[in-house]
């Protein structure tokens, strides 16, 4: 049972029909947001309270707030999936609920308890609910948790009031013109987490850390840029917002194993156990980039591919960086890569059964 009622605390304006729909039919991702959010608040004297749900607008923020000093932030990410039936359904929340209660620690910043979390996703859902597109290709409302030291402090210490809210926003499919591969960029210059630092946390500084990786990427032709591990820039530890995986000629299914400075992503963890169901031999194992790029160019490697909740999987096609570039495969999207996209997402959206009772009904 959750201790936090998300209840309405005043009547909104809601977007009116003819708006909403033209909005649904083109929503990218990120541009437009619902009519509701939820909130919570925590205080170092009385835990969590404050629960409610308020129409979408704007925060308001002492200009000495810690987050906007020290980046005391975390947040999470899901999709909530309409069904042929009509019903409405999230993909393992227990799992982000958990992630974010070790991304709270690692920030020192107050752990949500797991029920609070699902019935806030639940509240904005549920009043929410025209905003949920139906899924005649890969449509979604894109949910997104996050909490933030918004104390009028200026000192440097653990913040003792945090904000917790929670925003939805309609999203498109993420290929609208199917699934194309990636060209990522190997950067040596930058690197997006440390040994001992916020890596394994999904926090908006290590995105803030990763943005000039990721304009080097698009200075090079490239879209997304790959990390490698700190210490000796040798071993691939992910994307700037996806984990990494490689395929093996002979069906061995490799992804770097979480080393305390990759992000543990739910897509990750669920590719795992798809790719055990088909008999895939899975490893999770330290991944050296001069070796893949090596078994890239022999054959061994055949497919490799991003994945993380956004665009569930993304093929990559091409490797680049200062040294040359590397073809994956024939450069298009691998046949295990793409069945295992298909998979994931027909049980995301209700199309083959939850054999793993990975799906949680919100509305
Ligand atoms: C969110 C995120 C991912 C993907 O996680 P999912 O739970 O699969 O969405 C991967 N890497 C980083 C750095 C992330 O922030």
Excluded at 96 to 113: F, K, V, W
Excluded at 127 to 145: F, G, I, M, Q
Excluded at 199 to 221: D, F, M, Q, T, V
Aim: with cysteine; charged share 20%; proline share 5%.
């Amino acid at each position: 049972m959750s201790a936090l009622a998300f209840t309405p605390t005043s009547t909104t304006r809601r977007v009116a029909d003819d708006e909403r729909a033209r909005i649904l039919a083109d929503p990218g991702f990120g541009r437009y947001y619902t009519d509701f959010m939820a909130r919570a608040r925590w205080t170092e004297q009385d835990g969590w309270g404050a629960a409610e749900l308020v129409p979408f607008g704007p925060v308001q923020l002492s200009p000495a707030a810690a987050v906007l000093h020290y980046g005391q932030e975390i947040f999470e990410g899901l999709k909530a999936f309409r069904h042929p039936d009509g019903s409405v359904w999230t993909f393992r929340p227990g799992a982000n609920a958990e992630r974010m209660q070790r991304s709270a620690r690692r920030l020192a910043l107050p752990e949500l308890p797991v029920a609070d979390f699902l019935a806030s996703l639940q509240a904005v859902v549920a009043a929410d609910e025209p905003w949920v597109p139906e899924a005649t290709s890969e449509e979604s409302l894109y949910l997104r948790p996050f909490m933030f030291a918004s104390e009028e402090f200026l000192g440097v210490r653990a913040s003792h009031c945090v904000d917790y809210y929670v925003i939805a926003s309609p999203a498109g499919p993420y290929f609208p013109r199917g699934v194309q591969p990636l060209v990522v960029w190997i950067t040596d210059e930058y690197a997006r987490a440390g040994t001992g630092g916020t890596g394994a946390a999904k926090c908006g500084g290590n995105y803030a850390s990763s943005l000039l990786g990721k304009r080097e990427a698009a200075e090079n032709g490239a879209d997304e840029v790959l990390f490698l591990d700190s210490e000796t820039h040798t071993s691939i530890d992910e994307l700037s917002g996806m984990n990494v995986f490689a395929l093996t000629r002979d069906g061995r299914l490799l992804t770097p194993a979480l080393t305390g400075s990759i992000l543990e992503g739910v897509t990750r963890s669920s590719i795992l156990q798809l790719a055990r169901d088909r008999g895939l031999a899975v490893a999770e194992e330290r991944l050296v980039m001069s070796e893949v790029l090596e078994k890239l160019g022999t054959g061994e490697i055949t497919e490799m591919f991003a994945c993380g909740t956004a665009a569930v999987i993304n093929p990559i096609g091409e490797f680049r960086a200062r040294g040359g570039s590397w073809q994956v495969g024939d450069g298009g999207s691998g046949e295990t890569t793409l069945a295992l996209r298909q998979e994931l997402t027909d049980i995301q959206y209700g199309r083959i059964p939850d054999r793993h009772g990975w799906l949680t009904r919100l509305v």
